[in-house]
């Protein structure tokens, strides 16, 4: 194990994060940056060398503690996984209609989806640099696709993921200026059983809900073998393409 290779999971405490770490736990190839509100939420967080847990309050200045650290240790980041993410909260939900938008609601589910994984990647990005190669997921959702959108409606979470694209793919074409061996990935990882989608699964054939650990399998599968040449992919828990 190469001291300063290291895996780092955003968002660590989601349904889809806790099973990505546990995954590459698992396998051991390295070491693995676990980074949550809170580190309660990650599962065996107290037990494991080979998991580093860091509470996050995503402020700014925590972010740039830890880029500051990330880049002195001159880690080389292998795989680099944004999963936060909001679909409701406790006095909003999903939109279906016009009358329904609320700047309140609107602006948290923008902060969530779209500024925050944004602001962790700008963070992230001298870490990036000197990197050898790292491949980059950000989970994202077909919801997000302008151009596979039939049905309409939860306007805010479509439209955070949408934007959350745009400016991915503006950062995979300033990326590849300065590393062009960073590979970025807006990922669908399919209807997954967690907290996010619970109140939305009724309806969602059995064999279409995939369990967290199924996701995380997927996950890691599409990450080892999609291929980008400075460009962003987006694509679903198959590997296949999602029109933007
Ligand atoms: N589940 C699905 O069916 C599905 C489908 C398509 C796309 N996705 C996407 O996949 C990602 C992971 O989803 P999941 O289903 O695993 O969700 P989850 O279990 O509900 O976890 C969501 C995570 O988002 C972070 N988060 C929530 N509120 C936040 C806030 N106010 N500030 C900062 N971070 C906040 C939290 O990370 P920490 O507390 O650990 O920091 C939380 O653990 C999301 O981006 C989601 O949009 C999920």
Redesign the pocket.
């Known amino acids: 194990m190469v001291s300063n290779s290291l895996d780092v999971v955003f968002?660590?405490?989601?349904?889809?994060?806790q099973a990505l770490i546990e995954r590459w736990y698992r396998a051991g190839e390295r070491r693995v940056l676990a980074v949550?509100?809170?580190i309660d939420?990650v599962a065996h967080s107290e037990s494991r060398p080979e998991i580093e847990h860091v509470a996050c309050d995503?402020s700014d200045t925590a972010l740039a503690t830890l880029a500051e650290r990330l880049k002195d240790e001159q880690a080389d980041v292998v795989r680099l996984v944004i999963?936060?993410?909001?679909?409701q909260g406790e006095d909003y939900r999903p939109e279906r209609a016009l009358s329904q938008l609320d700047l309140a609601a609107m602006r948290q589910v923008f902060e969530?989806?779209t500024f925050?994984p944004m602001r962790i990647l700008a963070a992230m990005t001298p870490a990036l640099k000197q990197s050898a190669c790292t491949r980059v997921a950000v989970?994202s959702?077909r919801v997000g696709s302008i151009g596979d959108n039939r049905l309409g409606g939860w306007y805010s979470y479509r439209g955070s993921k949408s934007a959350l694209n745009m400016m991915l793919k503006c950062a995979a074409l300033e990326l590849r200026r300065v590393n062009p061996a960073v590979k970025i990935l807006a990922y669908?990882?399919?209807?997954?059983d967690?907290?996010?989608?619970m109140p939305f699964q009724k309806g969602v054939p059995a064999e279409k809900l995939f369990t967290p650990e199924r996701a995380a399998e997927a996950l890691e599968g599409v990450m080892s073998r999609f291929d980008v040449e400075g460009d962003l992919a987006y694509l679903d828990w198959r590997g296949e393409p999602i029109p933007f």
Request: charged fraction near 5%; aromatic fraction near 4%.
């Open positions: 968002g660590a405490g989601s349904g889809i994060g949550s509100r809170s939420t995503y999963c936060n993410g909001v679909l969530v989806n925050l989970l959702a669908h990882p399919g209807t997954v967690t907290p996010l989608s």
